[in-house]
Every structure is written in structure tokens, then in C-alpha cells.
């Protein structure tokens, strides 16, 4: 079951409430709102007291670090750019319109880019959106990464994850996912090296990795670890 309770210093807290729990575990989503996880049947006034309880230790959690987002925004991505505007005449819409390799993003001035829900509203358009370009851009570049490797995959698809960027499929298919698109090149040749390196293992073990190393000129260490240090420029 899920929901969520307002507090006066937190905001919108999510709530979860889960069979066979017996405690209450809180955490932060990537995209800044605070997740309450507690055992079925607890009431809204429970709930209530029990975030009074843990005031001090949410306090001292980590909050994930929110993208800026603003009109006005260009935001670099792979192969092409996002502009954010107003011009939207519809109360709470945004449209979108690729002129060339620029995605014009044109939100009505009522969305509050300030907020989590605001930014997460218009994220979640824009990833959609990145679809389009994803198959004019990534596809071709990924197969002219297989190309330059000798490799000949089953074909190449784009897929949809935030978190799971690619994925080889046991029919020799490398799906890429259409969020890589805002990585910069050095780090989507990295993903796609790492899923052509699956055709190979279908595992992790250390003789795939020093296959996916030799994919990427002996960086693979490298750029796994700017993968987990990049910062995504819109809510996942």
C-alpha cells in the first residue's frame, strides 16, 4: 500500500506500507523525496509520531543532490541539446519539438521548476522525448562501435531504464537504454563496450571485465568509476 503524509520540515514524505514489516526504515529517492517504510495497518497519526520520533536522525540523512532546473535551461546531451522555455499557452502542459538535434522544451510558466514534483513532471517528459533522438543517434553510433570491435550483434534496440542503461539479451540483442543519451560520449561508448563484451560472458566474471578493459583501451576501471560519479541532469 502507498501514499504519503505532509510534514511541516520535510514536505511530501512517500509512504510504504509493507505485510510482515515490524519497524520503520526511512530513506531518500534519487529524486529528493523522502521514503517511509513501515509495517501494514500503522495509522496516519502513527506515521506522524513515528517521523516526531526520528526527527534528529533524518536531519543527519543524506539527501541525494537534486539537479538545477530552470527556464531558460540547455542542457548538453549526446549528439544533441535540450533547451528548457516557457511559451506553453495550457495552465500545467509542456510540449516538446525537436528542431534538428535540439529538443525545444516549452512549459507553461504555472510549473514550478523549483520543486521536486515540477522538476521530476518535466524530466519525465524530456526522457521520453529523448527516444526519438536515441534511435537517429545511439543506434548508429553503437553499431559503429560493434563495427570498429569485428563484433556483429543480433541487432540493437532502445530501451527505456534510468538505472539499467543496457542490457545483452541471450538472443545476442544490446538494448540501450534512450537516458544514455545524456551521458556524455566517452562514457556511452563505455556502456555500449560493456554490453558488446556480453556477447562474449554473460557474466561478470574477471575475464569478461578484462575483455570489456581491452574494448576500452585499458580504461575500463576509469570510466566505471566516472559512471558512478556522474551527475544525471534531470530527476531519474
Same mark, same amino acid.
Given at each position: 500500500? %502507498?501514499?504519503?503524509?505532509?510534514?511541516?520540515?520535510?514536505?511530501?514524505?512517500?509512504?510504504?506500507?509493507?505485510?510482515?514489516?515490524?519497524?520503520?526504515?526511512?530513506?531518500?529517492?534519487?529524486?529528493?523525496?523522502?521514503?517511509?517504510?513501515?509495517?501494514?495497518?500503522?495509522?496516519?497519526?502513527?506515521?506522524?509520531?513515528?517521523?516526531?520520533?526520528?526527527?534528529?536522525?533524518?536531519?543527519?540523512?543524506?539527501?541525494?543532490?537534486?539537479?538545477?532546473?530552470?527556464?531558460?535551461?540547455?542542457?548538453?546531451?549526446?549528439?544533441?541539446?535540450?533547451?528548457?522555455?516557457?511559451? #506553453?499557452?495550457?495552465?500545467?502542459?509542456?510540449?516538446?519539438?525537436?528542431?534538428?538535434?535540439?529538443?525545444?522544451?516549452?512549459?507553461?510558466?504555472?510549473?514550478?521548476?523549483?520543486?521536486?514534483?515540477? %522538476?521530476?513532471?518535466?524530466?519525465?517528459?524530456?526522457?521520453?522525448?529523448?527516444?526519438?533522438?536515441?534511435?537517429?543517434?545511439?543506434?548508429?553510433?553503437?553499431?559503429?562501435?560493434?563495427?570498429?570491435?569485428?563484433?556483429?550483434?543480433?541487432?540493437?534496440?532502445?530501451?527505456?531504464?534510468?538505472?539499467?542503461?543496457?542490457?545483452?539479451?541471450?538472443?545476442?540483442?544490446?538494448?540501450?537504454?534512450?537516458?544514455?543519451?545524456?551521458?556524455?560520449? #566517452?562514457?556511452?561508448?563505455?556502456?555500449?563496450?560493456?554490453?558488446?563484451?556480453?556477447?562474449?560472458?554473460?557474466?561478470?566474471?574477471?575475464?569478461?571485465?578484462?575483455?570489456?578493459?581491452?574494448?576500452?583501451?585499458?580504461?575500463?576501471?576509469?570510466?566505471?568509476?566516472?559512471?558512478?560519479?556522474?551527475?544525471?541532469?534531470?530527476? %531519474?
Amino acid at each position: 500500500m %502507498k501514499g504519503y503524509i505532509e510534514d511541516r520540515e520535510f514536505g511530501k514524505i512517500y509512504v510504504e506500507l509493507r505485510r510482515g514489516m515490524t519497524s520503520v526504515r526511512f530513506t531518500y529517492h534519487a529524486d529528493g523525496h523522502l521514503l517511509m517504510r513501515a509495517p501494514l495497518g500503522v495509522s496516519v497519526t502513527d506515521l506522524q509520531r513515528m517521523v516526531d520520533i526520528n526527527r534528529e536522525q533524518l536531519q543527519r540523512l543524506q539527501r541525494p543532490d537534486v539537479p538545477e532546473m530552470h527556464f531558460g535551461q540547455t542542457i548538453d546531451c549526446f549528439g544533441c541539446k535540450v533547451v528548457i522555455t516557457t511559451g #506553453e499557452k495550457r495552465p500545467g502542459y509542456v510540449s516538446t519539438k525537436w528542431q534538428d538535434r535540439t529538443l525545444i522544451v516549452k512549459a507553461h510558466e504555472s510549473i514550478d521548476l523549483t520543486t521536486v514534483d515540477g %522538476k521530476q513532471f518535466v524530466s519525465d517528459i524530456i526522457s521520453r522525448a529523448m527516444e526519438y533522438q536515441a534511435v537517429q543517434v545511439l543506434l548508429p553510433y553503437a553499431r559503429q562501435v560493434a563495427d570498429s570491435l569485428g563484433l556483429m550483434p543480433a541487432g540493437f534496440e532502445v530501451g527505456r531504464g534510468m538505472r539499467k542503461l543496457g542490457h545483452c539479451t541471450t538472443k545476442r540483442v544490446i538494448q540501450l537504454s534512450r537516458n544514455l543519451m545524456f551521458y556524455p560520449q #566517452e562514457l556511452v561508448h563505455y556502456i555500449i563496450c560493456h554490453e558488446l563484451a556480453h556477447l562474449t560472458h554473460m557474466n561478470h566474471s574477471p575475464q569478461f571485465y578484462a575483455l570489456c578493459d581491452q574494448y576500452t583501451g585499458g580504461h575500463e576501471k576509469e570510466l566505471e568509476q566516472q559512471l558512478r560519479n556522474f551527475r544525471f541532469p534531470i530527476l %531519474k
